[in-house]
């Protein structure tokens, strides 16, 4: 086991384990002041009434609202957009500065090869649930067991972290027939990817594991994916001539406009 992994195994315990109501109340106290955390946009609002920091991790928003125009690609997370361009001899960037090819990241063909990419960093203080972007059905969806290294930007412009971190890959369809591929990327601390649509998904397997959907898993733009307990990335990869990216802000609020599908 690595040292990561290690770290991240006691610390997930402590989490998880509920204590008494008085230390719980002072521990979830200290996190939300210590991250800044408006708990004015959660249910319930008042922090003490999370009976483990893991629940409090995974707060639910009050309310989060998506366009409706079914080509609006939106973020699927509350997240720093730490990089985003366009895909060129298939190699994409971490971070400016790091890059890496994609068949390191996803191990099988993905055609994506002039088309376009965006990197979402979800610190401990977002949201940690994650929802869908578009209209889409999930086809395919890859466990690739991996380290946890975090992957806050600082660590991200001196270590090439992820094609080695722990990840779930989705190769997806959106109404057009195009595939495009969301990536949730696992991180120091995150030893979970809770992937709401395939209880399959929950467990860690020593190998690459694959599930292919013969009725692909029909979702709609806003429906709840899954959620990171503690904080993670999420990448997006479209294809080739036919995603327009469209946001200039350097962070996004889960349901702000990313881009367009053409």
């Given amino acids: 086991m690595t040292p990561s992994r ?12 509920p204590f008494p109501k008085p230390i719980q109340c002072l521990i979830n106290k200290l996190y939300v002041k210590i991250y800044k955390i408006d708990m004015n946009e959660y249910i319930p609002e ?10 409090l991790f995974i707060r639910e928003k009050k309310y989060i609202e998506f366009y409706e125009d079914e080509d609006i690609v939106v973020s699927p997370s509350d997240s720093e957009v730490i990089a985003d361009g366009e895909i060129e001899a298939n190699y994409v960037y971490q971070i400016k500065g790091k890059k890496y090819k994609i068949d390191e990241l996803i ?3 993905t055609k994506l090869n002039g088309g376009y990419f965006i990197n979402l960093y979800l610190s401990p203080s977002d949201y940690h649930r994650f929802h ?6 999930i086809v395919k969806a890859t466990y690739i067991p991996g380290e946890l290294n975090p992957v806050k930007p600082s660590f991200l412009e001196k270590e ?5 971190n722990k990840r779930v890959v989705l190769r997806c369809k959106d109404r057009k027939d195009r595939y495009f591929y969301l990536v949730a990327v696992g991180a120091m601390i995150v ?13 860690d397997y020593e190998k690459i594991t694959t599930f292919e959907y013969e ?7 806003g429906d709840e994916l899954g959620r990171f ?7 997006l990869f479209f294809g080739p001539e036919h995603f327009k990216y469209l946001n200039q802000k350097e962070y996004v609020e889960v349901g702000d406009i990313l881009g367009e599908i053409y």
């Fill in 215 to 221: 009725n692909p898993i029909k979702l709609k733009k």
């Fill in 132 to 137: 869908v972007p578009i209209d889409m059905e």
């Fill in 160 to 164: 090439l972290v992820f094609p080695k």
């Fill in 229 to 235: 307990e503690f904080g993670s990335s999420i990448l």
């Fill in 46 to 55: 008042n922090s003490c009434e999370y009976k483990t920091l893991n629940d």
């Fill in 191 to 203: 030893g979970k990817i809770h992937l709401n649509f395939d209880e399959r998904l929950q467990k």
């Fill in 107 to 109: 191990p099988y063909e």
């Fill in 6 to 17: 290690f770290l991240s195994q006691i610390i997930v315990k402590i989490a998880k384990t």
